[in-house]
């Protein structure tokens, strides 16, 4: 079966950095694009990143563009999460998510989604 394993998450300070990794089995990666989504305590969960299924193409939220980058390596069925000059309003549950359709804001296209990791940001 599909599984997408999300790991890296813990507790850094404000300003400093963190890279997320969502490693994926039972699936043809190199056929989906990729997400990164997010859910705060008592909020929606919100689009942060995606990236198409060859890695081109990116497309981020507002308010992590410029400090956050996502990236991709079929090879490793895997795709990452670099976060830097982060903030304690980046404190959520970070999801990983697979699409066959590309990538959208709109979390019910995805296909498939890990458990989530945990990222707290104190200041």
């Known amino acids: 079966q599909v599984q997408l394993v999300e790991s890296g998450g813990g507790l850094v300070q404000a300003g400093g950095s963190l890279r997320l990794s969502c490693a994926a089995s039972?699936?043809?990666?190199?056929?989906?694009?990729m997400a990164w989504f997010r859910q705060a305590p008592g909020k929606e969960r919100e689009f942060v990143a995606g990236?198409?299924?060859?890695?081109?193409?990116?497309t981020y939220a507002d308010s992590v563009k410029g400090r956050f980058t996502i990236n991709r390596d079929n090879a490793k069925n895997t795709v990452y999460l670099q976060m830097s000059t982060v903030k304690p309003e980046d404190t959520a549950v970070y999801y990983c998510?697979?699409?066959?359709?590309?990538?959208?804001?709109?979390?019910?296209?995805?296909?498939?989604w890990g458990q989530g990791t945990q990222l707290t940001v104190s200041s």
């Open positions: 039972g699936l043809t990666f190199s056929s989906y694009a």
């Open positions: 998510a697979a699409s066959l359709k590309g990538v959208f804001i709109t979390r019910v296209l995805y296909d498939f």
């Open positions: 990236i198409n299924k060859s890695g081109r193409s990116t």
